[in-house]
Each structure stands twice: as C-alpha cells, then as structure tokens.
C-alpha cells in the first residue's frame, strides 16, 4: 500500500494514483486492466481534533486533572475514557465491573506511551460500553468518538479488532434507529480499523454487517463517511469487493450520484474506485435507467484527474457488456462525452511518468469502447457515414495524434461492414487514399494495424478491389511482410492481400509483377508473389501460415474462374508467370491439406490441389509438395480413409474419434461427413490430373496413387 493521509468527514486531500499495466504496443487495443487495486486507504477523522471541546480539562470526583491538547488523540485515549466513565458512575451511578479501575487505566496509559496494546483492557472497555450504549447513549456516543480518533493510529487497529470492540460497534449500527451522531464515529472507527488489516475486514464483511453499512449510502448526512468506510474495506482486498459487489454497491452508488444534492468532487477518486471494481463481473441488472448516463457524466466533472477518468472509462466497459446499456449509450450520444475526453488528453500536460502512463492506458480504453460500441448494428444506424461523428473521425485520419487515428480506423472500420457503405467510403470519400498514405509514414504498429484492417473491409465489395487495388497498394502492403518482429501486421497485410486477390485477376497481375524493371537486376525475377512465399517459410506463425495458403487457394479459384472470360494467351501468361517463378507455390496448400485442426481450411487446400493440378505447369509444383510423405499420407487417407501406411488407427486416434463422435451433435456429424466427402472428391479428381501428367512423378508415388484410385 502507499501512503495514507487523514480525510476528514466533510472534506478530502488529493489522492495518490495507482498505475495499470499498459497493453504491448504490438498488440491489437484491449481492454485495460479492470482489477481495483486501491492504493491509498482513507484515514477518516473528525473536523475537530477533539471528540468534545469540554475534554480539554476534565473535572472528576476525585480532584482535577489536565490534559494536554497537544499530546496525539492515541496517547490520550485511556485518560479521557478514564473520563467519561468517571462521569457515567457519577451521574447514572454505572456499576463498571472492576474495583480498580482508574488505576487500570492509567496503567495501560503509561503502557500505551511505551508502545504496548493490552488487548485486556480493551475488552473490558467492550464491556463497560456495551452497559453504557443500553443506559447512557450520551457518554456511550463520547466514548466511541475517543476511540474512532485512536483508530486513526495503526498500531491499535488490530487490537480493536482482537477485543471485540470492532464487533460491538458493528453490532450497534445495524440498529435502524440509531441516530447520526452515534453512527458517525462507529463509521469512522469502522473505516479507520479496516485500513491494511485483513483480519478486521474479514470482521466487516459477515453478511449481518454489510447491508447496514450499506444503508448509510441512503443517508444524506452520512453518505460522505460511508463511502469512505467502503473504500477502506474494500482497498486492495478481494473478499470484501466480492462480497460489496454482490450487495448491489454499484447501484447503489448510482443512487448516490444521481441525486442533485451530492457533490462528489471532494469524494471523486473514491467514488471512482468503487465504481471500477463493483461493476466488473458484476449482475448490473438491478441498476437503474440512465445508469450509464450517470457514470460518464462523472468524466465532465471539473475535479477528475487521468486516474479517475481511467477507472470511470473501466467501468462504462463493464455496462456497455450488457444490450440496454448499449442502447443507453448509443441513443443519448454517450460517445461524445469520451471522444471530449479523448480530444482533451492531448491538452492535459502531465506532471510525473505515472500521469503519462495513465493517460495512454486511457486512450487505449476508450479506443477499445469505441471498436466495441461502432461493431454494434444500433449505432451504424445512428451514426450513418453523412453525419458529424462520422465526418470528426474521417478529419482523425489526418491528426498528428496515434490514438485519434486508430480510433478513427476503428469505428470506421466497423461502420464498413456493408457494401453501401464500402462503396460510399471509396468511391466518394476516397478513404482508401488516406489509409495508404497513413500506413506509409507510419511507425506505429498499432496505427498501421487499425488501418490495414479498416482496408480490408473496405475491400469487400467486388466494385472496390480494382480501384484499391494497384500496384502501388502491393508494393505497400508487401513492406509490411519483412516485419518479422510483428506477425499481427504480417497476417492483417496478408489478409488484406487476400480480399483484393479474390475474383480480381487484375490484382493478381499485379502480385505477379516482378520487383525490378531492369531485366540485369537479380530483382526482376523475383515477384511480390516471392517475397509472400518467403514470408511463409520464414514466419513461425501459424495464423500467417494459414491465411498465406488461403491467398494461394484465392489465386488458383481467380485464374479458374477468370479462363471463361480472358483470352488463352492472357491465361496461359499468368499461368507460366504463377508456376515458373514460383517453384514452391504449392508449399502453403501442402500445409493446409496435411493439418488436422482446422478441417475448413484442409478443404480448402484440396480444392485449390486440384484446381492447380489441372495445368502441366501446376502439376509440376504439386508433385514436388507430395514428396513429403505427410502430404502423400493426407491424400492416401483422404481417398482411402485409411492411413498411408497400412496400419488401423491407434487406440488414442479411436477414442478421439469416439469422444468426437459422443460429444458432437448430429448436425455436427453430418456436416463432417459431407465435408469429407468434398475432400475426397477434391482429392480423387487431384489424383485424376496428376495421372494426366505424369512426367515429374515419382514412379513409386504413381504406382501408389493408380492403386488408389483403382480401390475406389
């Protein structure tokens, strides 16, 4: 824990923050950490120094005996109890139990100043107030302001808690009439005991204790101490937050801030807080309409520091979990109040590196809000391309800032999901320009990531892969497969790749391009084709592996597609270039035919397989990928459903096939089959090609393939 400082009951100082951990720049934005970690308890206190200003000096039966203002309130506990007994055995004629008593408590004063805490004494103490809470309230109501004002000093917290005092006084507040001015300091000695003591928490947080401390939220006189006493508890302590949560604290804080007469500005940071934490994982049902509303105005208040708007940002991401909430958020224009926050981060001029921190974490949180509420069909209906957001995050594109761009590439990006809106974006926007041109003097990875992506939705639409296709888009996209310290750019590029490959032969020609004009330069027989084909067995990624296949198969399905409408000249052209220049073309499908995790995408190795066997040159690269007997292997079991080597499956395939097959529901079952038997399908006609054509093949391999086709 850092630091505590006082606060009084009407009043608090600046809070010290506690940082967050920032997500890898390399990644994609997430979500920040939503965990409550409560750095700073609050030391709660009265206005005045002293619970009674007639305590200065404190007549007794006996004679007259002065104490010293000026001494801490801890070192003066004993003697003014000693006090307040005297005055309770004189006027009420209170039976105290104990003989001896002045003398015991001027010895455990005399203790105290040396350090020692008689656990003994304080039960006794317990005892002695619980007569007096039955039958003098007054000097009960004077006692517990004296120890309240103890609790302030740490080393008697967990004494408190070991002589059950801690308990009476929870006991005694769960009493529905009891007055404010007896509630109060059982609230500030409860708040003060909780502060780095676990042992008192676990005390605090039985179930008869909470929903009375809860009830003080209700109370306009006591709504500033009760939150204060729940930070406490709760600061850096799972148990208690788990156990506030599922009381319903986040409504009820709600509740609070919604009412016209609180004022949280000296409350804010831990009001902040406990909105953080009670609103992760939490049931937010029971919190009332315009909840959302409430919270994010808290951004609005003069008084929110970078910390307090991170854990307000924490918890809206816990409310726009849920549909109405969304809504919420969507109709009343919510969005603006976080893009006001996240313009003016950029003015805010932070004073220490744990401000700076926290401001990006904050950027990253509401980029994240925004990715995830513009996804959302409600606000793509809200918010079409001609209207004012809309045009303030197109003009973001353009900001000298990274997080107005990617969060401008985000909700763009999102509101591109039809091809409308696609067409609209290119054809009259031209955003495709500004994204290239964003990603070509960019070296934030994140910025280039959103962009990459945001292109490729915008390349869905068949009308917009020859505008944003060019050589100059390959050329681009194709710099980014050299990062090699970065697969998530890698595969987004690829992806991106791929969307403008397919049933666009056009495109095609312009990945086949050669890198160098100059016909003396190693580079022109190289192609950006090659410079993929690199990147595949160079990267270790299998995400990029797999989209990299992907973009063969895409190819192969273009040229197929294409030879119904192109000249034989102009096929036969990009045939040589494709299978010529390209002598491991059929690497990436050999990897998609010989996995066995994703049976969609060995599919779909099959028929590109095959739709690349169907021409001499295709053949040739096919055969050199079945060299590898775990390709061979595949395509003997895919026909034969048996294993290439002869052998019946071994136990542990058959129970998996077995689990698989108990597991799966019918449906599930069914498609597997008729997925299978495309796959053999694809295979057998494979096979058929390969037969047509077999110079380059391997006689042994022949023989095998003729045998199957022969069994079948």
């Known amino acids: 824990m850092d630091s505590k400082h006082d606060i009084s009951k009407m009043s608090s100082s600046a809070e010290e923050k506690h940082s967050v951990p920032t997500p890898p720049a390399s990644s994609p934005v997430q979500s920040p950490a939503s965990s409550f970690d409560g750095t700073i308890s609050r030391q709660i206190s009265q206005d005045s120094e002293d619970p009674d200003p007639d305590q200065d000096h404190l007549v007794y039966a006996f004679g007259q005996l002065s104490v010293r203002k000026d001494l801490p309130m801890a070192e003066r506990m004993f003697i003014l109890l000693e006090g307040v007994f005297q005055r309770a055995v004189e006027t009420h004629n209170i039976n105290l139990g104990l003989r001896d008593w002045h003398d015991k408590l001027r010895r455990a004063d005399g203790n105290s100043r040396r350090g020692d805490r008689d656990v003994e004494i304080l039960k006794w103490i317990r005892d002695v107030l619980d007569q007096l809470r039955l039958s003098v309230l ?309 910025v280039v990531y959103a962009a990459l992506g945001f292109l490729r939705n915008l390349a869905l639409p068949a009308e917009n892969k020859s505008i944003i296709g060019t050589q100059q888009s390959v050329e681009t996209i194709s710099s980014f497969w050299s990062l090699d310290f970065n697969p998530q750019v890698q595969y987004i590029s690829v992806c991106l790749l791929r969307q403008l490959l397919n049933n666009c032969i056009g495109n095609v020609r312009w990945l086949l391009e050669s890198l160098s004009p100059d016909q003396d330069s190693p580079a022109h027989e190289k192609t950006y084709l090659s410079l993929l084909l690199l990147l595949f067995g160079r990267t270790d990624d299998l995400s990029s592996k797999v989209e990299i296949g992907r973009t063969i198969a895409t ?25 010529c220049m390209h002598a491991d073309i059929a690497k990436p499908l050999a990897m998609m035919v010989s996995q066995s995790r994703f049976p969609i995408i060995r599919s779909e190795g099959w028929f590109a397989l095959a739709l690349m066997a169907r021409s001499r040159e295709g053949t040739g690269a096919v055969s050199e990928a079945l060299q590898q007997m775990e390709v061979f292997g595949a395509l003997v079991t895919t026909i034969t459903g048996q294993p290439a080597n002869g052998q019946a ?53 022949l023989s095998i393939l003729r045998h199957c086709l022969y069994i079948q």
């Open 138 to 446: 007054e000097d009960f109501t004077r006692a517990v302001n004296i120890l309240a004002d103890a609790s302030r000093d740490a080393s008697w917290r967990l004494p408190f808690g070991q002589s059950g005092l801690l308990e009476l006084f929870l006991r005694v507040s769960t009493d529905p009439d009891l007055e404010d001015d007896v509630l109060a300091p059982i609230l500030r000695l409860v708040g003060n005991c909780c502060i780095d003591a676990d042992l008192n928490r676990e005390i605090v947080i039985s179930p008869e204790f909470i929903p009375s401390i809860m009830r003080h939220l209700q109370s306009g006189e006591l709504v500033t101490t009760a939150i204060s006493v729940i930070y406490n508890i709760c600061s850096d302590y799972d148990r208690a937050q788990h156990a506030f949560r599922t009381n319903g604290l986040c409504s009820a804080l709600v509740r609070v801030l919604a009412d016209s007469n609180f004022d949280a500005g000296p409350l804010l940071p831990y009001v902040c807080s406990l909105l953080s934490f009670s609103t992760q994982q939490a049931d937010l049902g029971d919190c009332a309409n315009r909840s959302l509303q409430t919270v994010t105005n808290l951004l609005q208040q003069p008084e929110v520091t970078p910390g307090d708007m991170l854990l307000i940002v924490n918890a809206i991401s816990a409310f726009l979990q849920q549909e109405r909430f969304r809504s919420e958020f969507v109709e009343h224009g919510l969005i603006t109040v976080l893009i006001d926050v996240l313009t003016g981060s950029y003015t805010y001029e932070p004073q220490d590196l744990d401000t700076e921190e926290e401001i990006s974490i904050l950027r990253n949180a509401i980029s994240q809000i925004f990715s995830d509420i513009s996804a959302t069909n409600m606000f793509a209906r809200s918010y079409p391309v001609s209207s004012p957001l809309v045009g303030s995050m197109i003009q973001w594109l353009s900001s000298p800032y990274d997080q107005l761009r990617i969060a401008s590439c985000l909700v763009l990006g999102n509101l591109a999901r039809s091809d409308s809106v696609c067409l609209d974006m290119v054809r009259r926007l031209s955003l495709h320009g500004k994204l290239f041109e964003l990603v070509q003097n960019q070296s934030n990875i994140q």
């Open 555 to 579: 190819i192969c399905r273009c040229i197929a597609s294409s030879s119904q409408g192109l000249p034989l000249e102009s096929i036969n052209a990009i045939l040589h270039r494709l299978y």
């Open 649 to 701: 499956p071994s136990i542990q395939e058959r129970q998996n096939r077995l689990s698989d097959s108990s597991s799966g529901s019918e449906t599930r079952s069914e498609q597997e089959r008729e997925m299978q038997a495309k796959d053999r399908e694809n295979a057998l006609v494979l096979v058929n090609e390969l037969l047509k054509n077999t110079v380059r093949i391997n006689f042994l391999f």
